[in-house]
Every structure is written in C-alpha cells, then in structure tokens.
C-alpha cells in the first residue's frame, strides 16, 4: 500500500517565476491538505481540498493556489516567487468521514528560491 | 483561534533514559484532538501518538505516553527507554473535531538529541 507520495523532491527556482508542485494521497484518501514548513519552524497550514474544490484555507496570499483532479491527487502552485516562499512543502492526506482523522504526511518538497 | 506551544527548542537524554516533552496550546473548545508527530530527518513526519480531549485516560503507545492536563490546556509526552532512533523533532499538533479532515495547528517543534 503506497502512502503519499510528492514530487519533485528538491526543487530550485528564481525569484518571480512560478512553480508547481505535486502530490498523490494515500489509497482510499480523497482529502488532500497542503502545508509550508520553514527551516526550524513547525508547518503552517495553506489549503485543504476535497471533492475537487478548497474547503478550507490557512493565512496565505492568493500567489499560493492548488487543484485536487477526480482521482485525488492535487498540485499546489505558486507565483511570483519570492525568496521567503522558500520551504519545505508539505502534502497530507487523510479520509473525510469516520473517526480517524489521522493525517498521513508525505516526505515534502524542498523548494529554494534565489 | 487555536494555538500550540512548545517552549523547549532542544531536549537531549541518555539513551535508556526517559525524556519528556512539554506543549501548551489555547482553545476556547471543550472537544479537540492532540497529536504528537516525529520528523526524523528523511524529513517524513509520522503520528507518534493521538489524545482524544473527551477522554480523561492519557494515551500510550508502547514507549511513548502522554500526560493530558485538560484544564491546564497542558500534553505532554514521555518517551522511556529512549533509543538512537528517536532523535528527531517532534511536533505537537491540535485539531478540531468536526466531521470531516480539518486542519492541523502545530507547535514550533522540539529538536531530540539522543546520546549514547
């Protein structure tokens, strides 16, 4: 059973460009949340999606958008990069219904701006 | 709106020893649930153990147990017998329990060094 997996793993980009980044939840997972993690910080939430559209959003500029596509996975975009976008990105995912409401993480993205 | 705190940036142990952890959060809710999470450096973070806050029993699982003071806003974790592969940062999170994933508000994180 693969768990959440995100790609790519490292990612270098210049400040004012635009970047995508992806992530496929766990299997039987239809909820996918997003979370930036600054160097020695804990994560801060961005966005949640489910059934195809954000249901929740965290203290997060409008460059920040994503997607969820019918068969769970999503992208989280960024535009107009600036050098304090630079973090650790991570993916969750967990089920919408029932009492668990783990949520299972993937191992991130680096993204770097210079 | 909620907030968690972890006041220790760095704890280190004896391997063998026991360690605990401290986290403080903020709510205005009677129900919620607790995490403690682990981010070794492969940077992956893992569920170490889960309070539900209705429950006036504190959790364990295996090594790691929790101490939940729910008037104190207070949860603590105890990890004994600490071993090499503990070392990492540990994340205190709260959410709330609304039906349907919500989001997690987590702590600033401890940095665990074992020694041996």
């Known amino acids: 059973d693969a768990g959440v997996t995100q790609s790519p793993t490292h990612l270098i980009k210049t400040r004012g460009q635009q970047v995508t980044l992806r992530c496929s939840p766990k299997?039987?997972?239809?909820?996918v949340s997003w979370y930036q993690q600054a160097l020695g910080q804990g994560p801060q939430f961005i966005f949640q999606y489910y059934e195809e559209e954000e249901r929740q959003r965290g203290n997060f500029p409008d460059r920040f958008s994503g997607h969820q596509f019918p068969n769970y996975s999503s992208e989280l975009n960024v535009n107009a990069l600036l050098l304090g976008d630079s973090a650790l990105y991570l993916c969750?995912?967990?089920?919408?219904?029932?009492?668990?409401?783990?949520?299972?993480f993937g191992p991130g993205t680096r993204l770097t701006v210079t | 709106a909620q907030t968690v705190t972890q006041s220790q940036p760095e704890m280190s142990v004896q391997e063998a020893e026991t360690v605990t952890l401290s986290c403080t959060y903020d709510t205005s809710e009677s129900d919620y649930y607790l995490f403690w999470y682990k981010q070794p450096p492969s940077r992956q973070m893992i569920l170490v153990i889960r309070?539900?806050?209705?429950?006036?029993q504190n959790a364990t699982e295996n090594r790691f147990s929790v101490n939940f003071q729910k008037a104190a806003k207070s949860f603590s974790l105890k990890i004994s017998d600490s071993q090499l592969g503990d070392a990492a940062m540990y994340f205190c999170?709260?959410?709330?329990?609304?039906?349907?994933?919500?989001?997690?508000?987590f702590g600033q994180g401890t940095r665990l060094t074992i020694n041996p």
């Open positions: 999170a709260y959410r709330r329990p609304i039906q349907g994933a919500q989001k997690l508000v």
């Open positions: 309070q539900e806050a209705y429950k006036q």
């Open positions: 969750a995912s967990s089920k919408d219904r029932g009492l668990s409401y783990e949520q299972y």
């Open positions: 299997s039987g997972h239809d909820t």
